[in-house]
Each structure stands twice: as C-alpha cells, then as structure tokens.
C-alpha cells in the first residue's frame, strides 16, 4: 500500500545535489532518477463510484478554441456605431440630426427665395401697347439703354399726371430721340432706375415708351404708385403746345384703358395740381389741359404762371 512516506524515503535515496557557482547565481542539478520517483509517487485511481452526477468528465478533456481577428477598421467601425447608438450618446446623436434638419431647412427656403425672386424676377416684361403709328416709338425705336431694375404698378390706376421736361422744344425725330436718351442718362445719373415718366410726347407729335405702361414711374412720389405719367418735351412755360400732342395723348390714353391700365374713370392732374407751388407743365399746358376728357381743374390756382 503507497502511503507518502515511501514517496520521502526513495526521494532522500536520490537528493539533489545544490551548490554555488563563482557568480551569484544559483544551478540546480537534477537527476532524471528523481522525476521518475516523483510520478510514481503521484496515487493511482482504480475504482470510482459516482452518484447523481451529471456534469462529471474522466481522463483528458479537450477544448476547442476558436479566435476571430478582425480587422482594425472594422472594429473601430463597430465601436463608432456602438457609441452613435449607446444610451450616453443618443441625446447628442438626437441633436445632431435636429442641427442637420434646421440648417438643410434653411438651405432650402434661401434657394427657393433666390429662385422665385430673383430668377422669375427676369422675366417680368413691360406691357405693349396695341399702337402700330409710326408716331410712336418704343423703348427699342429710340436705343433705350438698359434699366437697374423695374417695379410693377398694382393694375388698373386711377391718375394721369401731365409733367414737361423744361428743356428747348425738339422738332424732329432725331433731335427727340437725343433729348430723351439725355433725360435717361440724367434720371439715372440721379441713381433712379430708369427715365423717370412713363410716356413723353414731342410738339411733333412723337410718342416715347418711357419706364412703360405696367412699370411704376418717378415723377411725384407720392403719387407713383396711383398712377401714370406724361411728360411733354419742351419748356411750356414759354414754348407753345400743339393739337397733335393732345390727338396722341388721347389715343395712348384710350389704349391703357383698353389694356385695363387705367381705370375707365380716370382723373388727369397737372404736376403744379397735385404738387402745388412748381411751375411744371408749364402754362402753356395748363391752358391745354381742358382738351383731355378726364381732367380735373381742382387747385389749378396752385399753379405758378
């Protein structure tokens, strides 16, 4: 019978033998005598009763290990998810989106502006009248520069305003067409938009397309928006009118009543009406005015003659 005494008396027949080197360190020496003695003295099982035992396991047990390695990006990816959805983070991810939402809102609304007022804004055009004389010129007949811009009068008006543009009378074609295109040059000079009325007519008889029928003009400010001005070449303070002007003026009249311009009820003011203290259009005019229908000779008294 083995009993752990034997196992002390057959390792004191084989002791090791223990000694010191010149150095400082220590060599053991062992015999291979000594490792078979010590396996024999390891107890052998022959006989095991088990009971109820269902997780016992005898003699060697093998375990398979199986290791993944993955890549390093792709465990970084999958630790940058884990934190885009872990609960520490899902408040700032939340956020994140609502900033993203807002700014894309904000992109959207800027181009939807820019479109529908800037770019539909180009393709607002002036309305043409229905006049085919030769007496009337359009803005392409008399080489109109281009305009900085225009604003669309609120349709139909209810005024007329009569004005004059206080220069020496033009006679002819060529000598009104230069007087105009001098009278835009001056209103923008002044940082307007355009010429400044939205029709001119010479002693001749000559019809200008000024800022236009449908464009607001630049004569009375307070008055621009309600209606439509005329502005008669010359100085009518001192020069004569004649009855070709007013036979035009009555036709250009009719046709933006026709085109719903004007109000069918319409009144024509005077400058010096509506202003008070100015001499324009000028007495020559003033004394004229009865010739339109519409007129209206309210403070014509205001007038300076």
Not at 11 to 35: N, P
Not at 68 to 74: C, F, H, R
Not at 155 to 162: A, K, S
Not at 193 to 216: K, S
Request: contains cysteine; charged residues 20%.
């Amino acid at each position: 019978m083995w009993n752990e005494g034997d196992a002390r008396h057959e390792l004191r027949d084989h002791e090791v033998s223990m000694g010191r080197t010149s150095g400082s360190s220590e060599v053991v020496v062992m015999d291979e005598r000594v490792l078979e003695a010590a396996a024999r003295a390891q107890p052998a099982l022959t006989n095991i009763n088990v009971t109820k035992s269902s997780r016992l396991h005898i003699g060697p047990k093998f375990v398979s290990v199986t290791q993944n390695v993955d890549n390093t990006e792709v465990v970084k990816g999958r630790i940058l998810g884990l934190e885009l959805v872990s609960p520490q983070n899902s408040k700032r991810l939340r956020c994140s989106i609502a900033v993203f939402v807002c700014w894309a809102f904000v992109v959207v609304s800027a181009l939807t502006f820019f479109i529908f007022y800037f770019a539909l804004a180009k393709q607002v055009k002036r309305l043409d009248l229905d006049i085919k004389e030769k007496w009337y010129l359009r803005r392409g007949d008399w080489q109109a520069m281009p305009d900085y811009g225009i604003e669309l009068l609120e349709l139909p008006v209810p005024n007329v305003l009569i004005g004059h543009s206080a220069m020496d009378q033009c006679t002819d074609r060529y000598s009104c067409i230069k007087d105009v295109l001098e009278i835009q040059r001056d209103h923008q000079r002044r940082g307007w938009n355009d010429i400044g009325p939205n029709f001119l007519v010479g002693v001749n008889g000559l019809v200008f397309e000024g800022r236009g029928g449908n464009v607001q003009g630049a004569m009375v400010k307070s008055w621009n928006r309600n209606g439509i001005s005329v502005m008669f070449l010359g100085n009518y303070q001192v020069s004569e009118t004649s009855q070709v002007q007013f036979d035009h003026i009555k036709v250009l009249l009719n046709e933006l009543v026709r085109k719903e311009v004007l109000r069918p009820n319409y009144v024509v003011y005077g400058h010096c009406q509506v202003t008070g203290s100015i001499i324009s259009p000028g007495k020559y005019v003033m004394d004229e005015l009865h010739n339109l229908e519409h007129w209206n000779p309210a403070n014509k008294t205001t007038c300076i003659r």
